[in-house]
Antibody
């Protein structure tokens, strides 16, 4: 397990773009599949997507048209961009890692950040 | 890609056993042995407690066990303790490199 830390604005206006960053420990960026998960307050978890190399990304089909994820190995960070946000995107956003010692489709999320609350409001 | 179905709440007394079900479809839970379970205490991040249907990560008590039959996975907690009171979420691989979570179950230890 590794310690993760999300960062970004806590307030975004409707129709604008939400950008979050997750900082991971030095040396671990290439050892995990890096995921974003969100949780509206009082509701369940929703998988948003993951990235694990500069060109390897997988997205939730329901969000695919609005999201971009990327890795910055030099900064030990991975990021989420969610475009055209609405109030329905208000949630706690978690970054989470799944060890790449597992097969791509089975890797469980064993490392989580503390989460960051993002509110979409004018 | 619909959320997996979990009971909204379950309860049990200390020392008892409870089972939380997680029902999906033949495209997710039924198709793959890649179901994981997460425990989430109020205000904190989820914690992995079961992977690959029934594997317990190091440090997770053997009171927690997982199983699967057809399109339904289950988490059983035996010898309930007060600290088990949490929300529990299942998660399944859904094919095409996508994953789906359950809606969550609130466990109350009476």
């Amino acid at each position: 397990q590794v310690q993760l830390q999300e960062s970004g604005p806590g307030l975004v206006k409707p129709s604008e773009t939400l950008s979050l960053t997750c900082t991971v420990p030095d040396g671990s960026i290439n050892k995990y599949y890096w995921n974003w998960i969100r949780q509206p307050v009082g509701k369940g978890l929703e998988w948003i997507g993951r990235s694990y190399t500069s060109r390897s990304t997988n997205y939730n089909p329901s969000l695919k048209s609005r999201i971009t994820m990327s890795l910055d190995t030099s900064m030990n960070q991975f990021s989420l961009t969610l475009r055209s946000v609405t109030v329905a995107d208000t949630a706690v956003y978690y970054c989470a890692g799944a060890p790449r010692i597992y097969a791509s489709s089975s890797a469980p999320l064993d490392s989580w950040g503390q989460g960051i609350l993002v509110t979409v409001s004018s | 890609q619909s959320a997996l179905t979990q009971p909204r709440s379950v309860s049990g007394s200390p020392g008892q056993s409870v089972t939380i079900s997680c029902t999906g479809t033949s495209s997710d839970v039924g198709a793959y042995n890649y179901v994981s379970w997460y425990k989430q205490q109020t205000g904190t991040a989820p914690k992995l407690i079961i992977s690959d249907v029934s594997k317990r990560p190091s440090g997770v008590p053997d009171r927690f066990s997982g199983s699967k039959s057809g399109n339904t996975a289950s988490l059983t907690i035996s010898g309930l303790q007060t600290e088990d009171e949490s929300d529990y979420y299942c998660c399944s691989y859904a094919g095409s490199y996508s994953w789906v979570f359950g809606a969550g179950t609130k466990l109350t230890v009476l």
